[in-house]
């Protein structure tokens, strides 16, 4: 008896091996069926949405489709104006500067006593003229179904993460100007609007030369251009001599057979991307080439998502772009906003 049992032993073993594996090859087609399994750990943690701090006030925003006022919880408002304002599929440092700066601008916009260019009883307007606010019934609207999620969630996450976070200059505020793409640099602000504000300063930005928006060409006849601008061309081939360009290398003023205006004008009248062009009659028509797409004032968006995905962290993006700025708390200036009301 005792010789057998080792063979009796061994008998179980096979016995319950034989049991289990049917089991142990059907369980994995069983967890990736019902998701646990093959679930991306970084899908999940992406499409969980972050909790938004608690808003200490509305931000009372003209709604220019409805034609009506909405006020709207300042962080809620944060978030449509990064989602409107900025690709989502930007890297997160970047999309989180620009959070800081859309905070910034807020905030300054409330704490002003006048508000320039807005309905009464509104603070701002959902349009390019303040800063461009879209909800999120509007943004699901606008994005791909299968993207929504993703994209709503990585922008609250940015938003979440700077929560309460402005620039300021000597403890005010500043002026959180921002465009879409640079020519390479930014641009004075005295050299495209008319007050030298000492944290805009020119800087370079290469990051943004090899982008999608870095060129664009415009095409118009020669009766066109000569109509809008209020000149006549000369009967040469030429078009209009540039007589300087500014710090950022754009369009300071330009002479067309006598007359000279400024390259803003050009830009304005024309409706090119950028003050920073050169052109070329063809035939009877004019080519204009424009280098970025913007004002060139302040945060370049392209260039900050360059900067991101060279490693750089939102806190240097605003450095870089805005000179000499802190990065401080807004709750003494929401205090300020309140004690008003």
């Known amino acids: 008896m005792r010789n057998l049992k080792p063979i009796i032993v061994l008998s179980s073993i096979l016995f319950v091996m034989v049991l289990m594996v049917p089991t142990l090859l059907v369980m994995p087609f069983i967890q990736k069926e019902s998701g646990q399994l093959a679930e991306d750990p970084q899908q999940t943690k992406q499409q969980e949405?972050?909790?938004?701090?608690?808003?200490?006030?509305?931000?009372?925003?003209?709604?220019?489709?409805?034609?009506?006022?909405?006020?709207?919880?300042?962080?809620?408002?944060?978030?449509?104006?990064?989602?409107?304002?900025?690709?989502?599929?930007?890297?997160?440092?970047?999309?989180k500067a620009q959070a800081v700066a859309a905070r910034t601008?807020?905030?300054?916009?409330?704490?002003?006593?006048?508000?320039?260019?807005?309905p009464n009883g509104a603070d701002v307007t959902d349009t390019e003229q303040h800063q461009v606010y879209k909800s999120p019934e509007e943004l699901k609207k606008l994005w791909k179904p299968e993207e929504f999620e993703w994209k709503l969630a990585k922008i609250k996450q940015a938003v979440s993460?700077?929560?309460?976070?402005?620039?300021?200059?000597?403890?005010?505020?500043?002026?959180?100007?921002?465009?879409?793409?640079?020519?390479?640099?930014?641009?004075?602000?005295?050299?495209?609007?008319?007050?030298?504000?000492p944290y805009l300063r020119s800087v370079e930005s290469p990051w943004d030369v090899d982008t999608e928006k870095f060129l664009s060409q415009t095409t118009l006849t020669i009766q066109e251009f000569q109509s809008k601008l209020g000149v006549n061309l000369s009967t040469g081939g030429s078009v209009g001599k540039i007589l300087s360009r500014t710090t950022g290398n754009r369009v300071d003023k330009v002479e067309i057979?006598?007359?000279?205006?400024?390259g803003r004008e050009v830009r304005d009248t024309l409706k090119?991307?950028?003050?920073?062009?050169?052109?070329?009659?063809?035939?009877?028509?004019?080519?204009?080439?424009?280098?970025?797409?913007?004002?060139?004032?302040?945060?370049s968006q392209y260039g900050a998502n360059g900067m991101a995905l060279e490693g750089k962290t939102y806190t240097q993006i605003v450095s870089h772009y805005y000179k000499d700025v802190q990065i401080a708390s807004a709750e003494q200036y929401l205090n300020t906003i309140t004690a008003r009301q």
Do not use: C
Not at 161 to 190: C, M, Q, R
């Open 105 to 118: 601008y807020i905030l300054r916009q409330l704490l002003a006593d006048e508000k320039l260019g807005t």
């Open 49 to 95: 949405q972050p909790q938004i701090m608690e808003s200490p006030m509305d931000v009372a925003v003209y709604r220019q489709t409805q034609e009506t006022i909405e006020n709207i919880p300042l962080e809620e408002y944060i978030i449509g104006v990064v989602a409107s304002e900025m690709p989502a599929d930007f890297e997160l440092e970047a999309l």
């Open 257 to 262: 057979n006598g007359k000279q205006l400024s």
């Open 272 to 299: 090119l991307r950028s003050s920073d062009f050169t052109w070329e009659r063809k035939g009877e028509n004019i080519v204009i080439t424009t280098k970025g797409f913007g004002h060139g004032v302040g945060m």
């Open 161 to 197: 993460e700077t929560a309460g976070s402005v620039l300021t200059y000597n403890n005010k505020p500043i002026d959180a100007s921002y465009f879409s793409t640079s020519n390479g640099f930014t641009e004075n602000s005295e050299e495209y609007w008319p007050n030298e504000i």
